[in-house]
């Protein structure tokens, strides 16, 4: 089956900086989700990015589906951004998730 | 718009006890996935169901079943509980193509 890697598994900032988390994927996919998962639990929506470049306020995306590959980007890093990152791919567009282990991002104040 | 609702929230069974966990989707959408997530790891895909059928299945035991009811809920039941069935249980609806949304989850403790 497809596999999905994360890194770095772990990154700790200083508020206000900036970082790049990375995706890769070994296989074609229809459908690539970014995730941040709160100290509840709950997996948030970030972006639903299967190709291109998107973008919402301080967070964008991009998606290289030729290369296989994906980047979140963080800028002006806030300590309310700490929290587990996913990427999660779904190669046949029936809604199955196959999730990353993540990036655990700390912001220091 | 509520989104994605789980019930309970926390849950503590005992090993060999039998749990149902609850999920009510996203309005207008008509797929219910479960997922388990281990400490520490990214979710495992259980099983997903569309039309009330388990569409497609991941590499869990027969332990593990679901149902969707006409209203597109769903409910996971697990039976002969583990320990090692101690997760959080997150639910996702979506309709096919489109960006999942998960609920808050169901965290188990089995004792």
């Known amino acids: 089956g497809i596999q999905v890697e994360q890194s770095p598994p772990d990154l700790i900032l200083q508020e206000g900086a900036n970082s790049t988390l990375r995706c890769n994927f070994s296989?074609?996919?229809?459908?690539l989700q970014w995730f941040h998962q709160n100290p509840w639990g709950q997996l948030i929506n970030l972006f639903y990015?299967?190709?291109g470049t998107k973008q919402n306020g301080r967070l964008s995306a991009t998606t290289v589906a030729t290369e296989r590959y994906s980047l979140l980007y963080i800028s002006s890093s806030q300590t309310t951004d700490s929290g587990v990152y996913f990427c999660?791919?779904?190669?046949?567009?029936?809604?199955?998730?196959?999730f990353g282990q993540g990036t655990t991002l700390q912001v220091k104040p | 718009d509520a989104g994605v609702t789980q019930s309970p929230t926390h849950l503590i069974k005992t090993r060999g006890q039998q749990v149902t966990l609850r999920c009510s989707p996203k309005?207008?959408?008509?797929?219910v996935s479960w997922y388990q997530q281990a400490l520490g790891q990214g979710p495992q895909f259980i099983f997903q169901?569309?039309?009330?059928?388990?569409?497609q299945r991941g590499n869990f035991p027969d332990r593990f079943s679901g149902h969707q009811f006409p209203n597109y809920s769903s409910e996971l039941n697990v039976n002969a509980l583990l320990l090692g069935d101690s997760a959080l249980y997150l639910c996702?609806?979506?309709?096919?193509?489109?960006?999942?949304?998960f609920g808050q989850g169901t965290r188990l403790t089995v004792v």
């Open positions: 169901y569309y039309e009330e059928e388990e569409r």
């Open positions: 996702a609806s979506t309709m096919t193509g489109l960006s999942a949304f």
């Open positions: 309005s207008g959408h008509d797929t």
């Open positions: 296989d074609s996919v229809n459908n």
């Open positions: 999660a791919v779904d190669a046949s567009n029936t809604g199955k998730l196959i």
């Open positions: 990015i299967p190709s």
